[in-house]
């Protein structure tokens, strides 16, 4: 099976600016689906023959089916979940189609970055812009990216890409507060990125 390696112009130079061209572009779409788990959908990509890489919020969950950009419909089974961030990787039996390089490195401040996504009911779009900040809450086991782009629902699984192969997940959630000026809570949408270090361990072991 031909691995799809999603590079940019300047490939041997972490964070350097570069264009996504439509090629690359489609070579990453053809490798994110597309995840169904009879609660509503998210995004996730697929890194060798047989595994699909998502948030462990899309793949905790019975009846799981992707859907590829051909119109290929899959089972993901044998889950397993990160224990830290908030990833996982389920596996699909007989695909043979393409699928993403993985960076296995931390991202960078200022770096070049494209998500290939499924937000609401937009399919297959892509977003582009940097890595523009880093966070970690009081109890965070992992801290979370921000990218120059809005992340919302449905998009949580997509691969953050850069030169040198998929560096992040995209991670959408939701934040409800209330106080006594606004009794009646408000539910507002934040997102980031998460590392994709903790799926490089499990997958390669390291």
């Known amino acids: 099976m031909k691995i799809l390696y999603v590079l940019g112009v300047c490939a041997a130079l972490v964070g350097c600016a570069y264009s996504v061209t439509p090629t690359q572009y489609q070579a990453a779409r053809d490798a994110v689906v597309i995840i169904s788990n009879g609660k509503g959908h998210g995004t996730g990509f697929m890194v060798s023959d047989s595994i699909v890489v ?20 899959y089972t993901i089974k044998y889950v397993q979940s990160c224990e830290k961030a908030d990833c996982a990787y389920g596996f699909i039996e007989r695909y043979e189609g393409p699928h993403l390089d993985m ?40 801290g979370m990216y921000n990218v120059s782009w809005t992340v919302m629902a449905g998009e949580s699984g997509s691969p953050v890409i850069a030169h040198d192969g998929v560096l992040a997940i995209s991670t959408a959630f939701y934040v409800h507060m209330a106080n006594i000026m606004m009794p009646q809570a408000l539910t507002f ?17 390291k």
């Open 189 to 205: 949408g934040q997102g980031g990125v998460t590392s994709i270090m903790e799926i490089c361990d499990m997958i390669y072991k």
């Open 103 to 142: 960076a296995c490195r931390e991202p960078v401040y200022g770096e070049s970055v494209y998500a290939v996504k499924n937000p609401n009911r937009l399919r297959w779009a892509i977003s582009d812009g940097v890595i523009s900040s880093y966070r970690k809450d009081a109890g965070d086991k992992v």
């Open 54 to 73: 998502s948030n462990r919020h899309v793949l905790e969950n019975d009846e799981l089916t992707a859907e590829f950009y051909n119109g290929e419909k």
